[in-house]
């Protein structure tokens, strides 16, 4: 036996088990993603913040007015509705939502008005296009105000698009998984 018959059994060994070479050649991405996920790295694939690597760092305390924060949502008929809509991506969220990234701009006890613009206790933040219909023309409906509930967060989101707080109101301190912090990103 010539060492070319002996190389050409360990290819045909290869070829016999195609599943064993691909599964050998992603080995290691998914190494690399697990090792990114576990150290607190994520994918952001929605316009509402700049697209790319993102990682969350630990939350020294409770969240203060315009912290950027990874937020899961709660499981609730609204967020289940917007799932379906395609306003949330799948993720490791209760409810399978992937978090989003938001800026937190009233806290509990705060009074909210949303409108034209965002009020806080009577002060304008932000002027906002308040949409009464998504892409799509399926009907949005809105949060008008009200106070910030206790153990809740109002969010907020430059991006005129943004499906944040102005439709679906406060949502649970609780689900703040931390900063949001941009590593490698790109504002489309």
């Known amino acids: 036996m010539t060492s070319g018959s002996a190389h050409s059994g360990t290819t045909r060994q290869w070829r016999q088990r ?7 050649g992603l080995l290691p991405s998914f190494a690399i993603l697990f090792c990114g996920f576990s150290c607190g790295y994520r994918f952001n694939w929605t316009p509402s913040q700049s697209l790319g690597l993102w990682r ?7 969240a203060a007015t315009g912290d950027l924060v990874f937020v ?3 499981d609730t008929l609204r967020f289940r509705e917007a799932r379906i809509r395609g306003y949330l991506r799948a993720g490791l969220c ?8 938001k800026t937190v701009i009233a806290l509990e006890g705060q009074r909210v008005l949303v409108g034209g613009s965002i009020e806080i206790d009577g002060r304008v933040i932000a002027r906002v296009d308040h949409r009464k219909s998504d892409g799509r023309g399926r009907p949005l409906s809105s949060f008008k105000g009200g106070i910030v509930p206790a153990g809740h967060v109002f969010l907020h989101s430059s991006f005129s698009a943004s499906w944040d707080s102005r439709y679906f109101g406060p949502v649970p301190a609780e689900g703040i998984l931390g900063l949001a912090e941009a590593v490698l990103t790109y504002a489309p």
């Open 18 to 24: 195609p599943h064993l070479v691909v599964l050998v």
């Open 56 to 62: 969350i760092r630990p939350l020294a305390g409770a």
């Open 94 to 101: 209760p409810g399978g939502y992937g978090p989003l990234i």
């Open 72 to 74: 899961c949502p709660p």
